[in-house]
Structure formats: structure tokens, C-alpha cells
């Protein structure tokens, strides 16, 4: 693991990583766009098959738009002393809080809906439906908001009946087609964005939350774990991305190791905390075990290149979604769920050495998207970065980001 800069010294490595958190909290104060009411709202990507064509305002979703930014600085600024956050955060959920759209057709999801938003209420939910499955746009991730909340559980119980409606029988365990789409472009997927991971994941939270609904859900969950088990391969770690014809095995968080991981990561924080599960927790952990490895790898890899190459050299740089955030998360996340803590400091020591390889103003750093110079996203922009590296620098003051905040803050050694 690189450590010559800018120090070896976990200490030093802390002190640089706070200071680049500070400096990612700056920029997402400082491209706020306050409208005549002094509501704000940030700026975001428009994206085609290229990469990022345009920017816009007003987007809503957690993803990409106003409800992530404002997730991230509602637990930055109490982690960092930062009251000018703390005071943006507050007006930025007030406001999307008091504009829920009233469209029937509005996106419900977690990552690109109002599940998202709902993340956001402190204990409420509400009531969507999609015609989509996964957590992304889909009933896994209104299911896992309303998970959170421990709210509307008739309505949770209609999405989990929905969710079994929809899986297809496989010849080990069942899969989530999307039958939205033709063709190969239906085939269903692995990992946690648009795969059986996701779904798995809300099941699970929704057995915890509802112990009526526990057998129903976590029969189900196993099903979705079997059928994911026959695509994991341990000599590449991790689970394919079936999206297209050549077929690839990535470490990241949407479609990857790094997103599957944290999933079953979270799977053995439930067992902890008494859920029965109806499959074998060792195989849980063992493939926890296996998406830990192939993320450090591929975090190590990332923070070689930044100090040969410069940030620059890091695709997609530290974000979530498509960058080296995402396992690096992972690595983290493993350190306190896995009882490691070696693990976070490998994850400090890498993310010491990109932080130390990248300009001083975050708006500089590599983007999650193509061409998205200055993405202020949780997902593939600074705000996702800002929580991670507090998260290395502080342990035990922000949530876990690969988890979306899922089992309260941690990391307290």
C-alpha cells in the first residue's frame, strides 16, 4: 500500500484527509444556487452514451442531484463543525421537502426518486410503486425506504408479495428480469444498483424492521442470494456485470464487487443483531471476505497510479459509484463489521495518497462521469468523497457511505 506521501504516519495521513474533507465541504458550499427564497439547490450533470453534455438545476434524486448533496452536508457539518453546512443542509431539505412533486409519474426509487428524498424525513416514508424492481428506480428501493422509516408496513408487505411476483424461478434461487425492457436488455442482473444484491438488501431490512414480514422476506432473500451465488467466482472476487454481451467482473460499487460486498457486509451486521436467516452465514461472510479482497486490490491499484500519475491517472477518481471510492468504502465498512481494523487503515493510507497526488480544490478532481468536471454528486462527485474521507480521517462521526447511512455511524475504535 503507498504511504511515502505524503507520510507513513497514520496521524499525518488523518490530518491531510481532514483537510481535503474540509476543502470537498467548501466546494459544496460554495456552488449552491440560491433561489429568491434563499432555497438551495446545486448544480448536476445531463449525461449521454458519451458522458456528461450539459448541466442543469433542481435535480432531486439522492444519486445525483439536491437530496444526496444535502444527505452528505447534513453529516458533514455536525461531524466537521461546520454550521455554514449544517445551516445549507437544513434549508436544502427544507425545500425538497416542501416541493414533492405531484406528478403520478414522478420516479419513486431510492437512488433516483422520492425513496431517496424520503432518506431525508427522519422516520417517514412514503408510499410509491414502480413498475421496476431494483433499488435504483425500483420497489427494492421504496422498500428499503420504508424499511428505514418502519413505516406504511401493509404497504411494505404488498411490495415484498410484488417483488416474488415479479423473480423468476431460476435453477438455483430466483432473479428480478426487468420486464420493462426487450431482449438481452431484460436479462437479469448481479450487484447492487439495478441487481439481486439490491433487492436482497431491502428484503433483508424489511424482514428486520417487520417480523411478520421476516419469513416471507427473507425466503425470498435467500432465493435472490442462491441465484447470485452461481455468477460469484472467487479467482476474479466479485460478481459480473451482465449488462453487456462481454461480459466483465468490476469492483465497483453500481455493478461490482464493491456494492455486493457491502450487502453482505450488511447481512452479517442483521445476524448480529438477532435476524434468523434461512441461508449459511458463513458462505455470507465468506463472500464478504472475497469482495473485501478483490476492493482492496483494486484500491491499492488506484492509489499506485495516483502517486505515479497524478489524480488525473485514477478514473473516476475517489467517488462512489464508478471511482475508487466505492472500495475503498468497502475496505472500510470490513474493519468494523469484520472486526479488521487493519482494513481502515489501508483504506486511510490510500486515500491519504490520492488526496495527496490531486490539486488542492476538489472541483479539479476526476468525476464519476465522463467529461463532468466539478460534480458535486454523492454518487459519482465530491459529496460521496467528502463523507468517505471523514469517515477515514474521523471514524465514528458519518455513517457508512457504501450502506447510504444503514446501521447509524460507526467505525469507533
Given amino acids: 500500500m503507498p504511504g511515502s506521501d505524503p507520510t507513513d504516519e497514520p496521524a499525518d495521513q488523518r490530518a491531510v484527509v481532514l483537510a481535503a474533507a474540509h476543502r470537498c465541504v467548501d466546494l459544496l458550499v460554495r456552488t449552491a444556487i440560491l433561489d429568491d427564497d434563499g432555497d438551495p439547490t446545486w448544480p448536476a450533470w445531463e449525461t449521454g452514451p458519451e458522458g456528461a453534455i450539459g448541466v442543469v438545476a433542481g435535480r432531486r434524486s439522492l444519486y445525483d442531484g439536491d437530496a444526496g448533496v444535502v444527505w452528505s452536508l447534513t453529516h458533514l457539518g455536525e461531524a466537521l463543525n461546520r454550521p455554514d453546512a449544517v445551516e445549507l443542509a437544513a434549508s436544502g431539505m427544507r425545500a425538497l421537502l416542501r416541493s414533492r ?34 433499488l435504483t428506480d425500483g420497489l427494492a428501493g421504496i422498500l428499503l425506504s420504508l424499511a428505514r422509516a418502519r413505516h406504511h408496513e401493509e404497504h411494505a408487505a404488498a411490495v415484498v408479495a410484488e417483488l416474488r411476483h415479479r423473480a423468476r424461478v431460476e435453477p438455483w434461487g430466483r432473479s428480478w428480469p426487468d420486464h420493462r425492457l426487450g431482449g438481452a436488455s431484460a436479462r437479469p442482473l448481479c450487484g447492487l444498483a439495478h441487481g439481486a444484491s439490491g433487492i436482497v438488501w431491502a428484503l433483508a431490512e424489511a424482514a428486520a ?11 425470498l432473500a435467500a432465493e ?36 455486493a460486498g457491502a450487502v453482505r457486509l450488511r447481512l452479517l451486521e442483521l445476524v448480529d443483531a438477532g435476524l434468523d436467516v434461512p441461508w449459511s452465514v458463513e458462505t455470507t461472510r465468506a463472500e464478504a471476505e472475497m469482495a473485501v479482497q478483490r476492493c482492496g486490490r483494486a484500491m491499492g491499484d488506484a492509489a499506485d497510479r495516483a502517486v505515479e500519475g497524478g489524480a488525473g491517472a485514477v478514473v473516476a477518481g475517489w467517488t462512489l459509484c464508478h471511482g475508487a471510492g466505492g472500495p475503498a468504502g468497502l475496505v472500510a465498512l470490513a474493519a468494523d463489521v469484520l472486526g479488521v481494523p487493519e482494513h481502515r487503515d489501508e483504506a486511510l493510507s490510500a486515500a491519504a495518497a ?55 455511524v460507526r467505525g469507533t475504535r
Fill in 101 to 134: 412533486p405531484d406528478e403520478p409519474d414522478a420516479p419513486a426509487g431510492l437512488l433516483v426518486g422520492e425513496a431517496g428524498v424520503d432518506l431525508l424525513r427522519r422516520g417517514r416514508a412514503s408510499r410509491g410503486w414502480s413498475d421496476g424492481s431494483d
Fill in 209 to 219: 424492521a417487520w417480523p411478520r414480514l421476516a419469513s416471507s422476506a427473507l425466503e
Fill in 224 to 259: 435472490g442470494l442462491e441465484w447470485e451465488a452461481t455468477w460469484s467466482e472467487p479467482v476474479r472476487g466479485g460478481w459480473p456485470d451482465l449488462r453487456e454481451d462481454g461480459v466483465s467482473w468490476p469492483d465497483l460499487w453500481c455493478h461490482g464487487s464493491a456494492g
Fill in 354 to 408: 490520492f488526496v495527496a497526488s490531486a490539486p488542492t480544490d476538489p472541483e479539479l478532481w476526476p468525476s464519476g462521469l465522463r467529461g463532468a468536471d466539478g460534480d458535486v454528486s454523492l454518487a459519482t462527485g465530491v459529496a460521496g468523497t467528502a463523507v468517505l474521507l471523514t469517515d477515514l480521517a474521523v471514524p465514528g462521526v458519518v455513517p457508512s457511505l457504501p450502506l447510504l447511512g444503514a446501521g447509524g
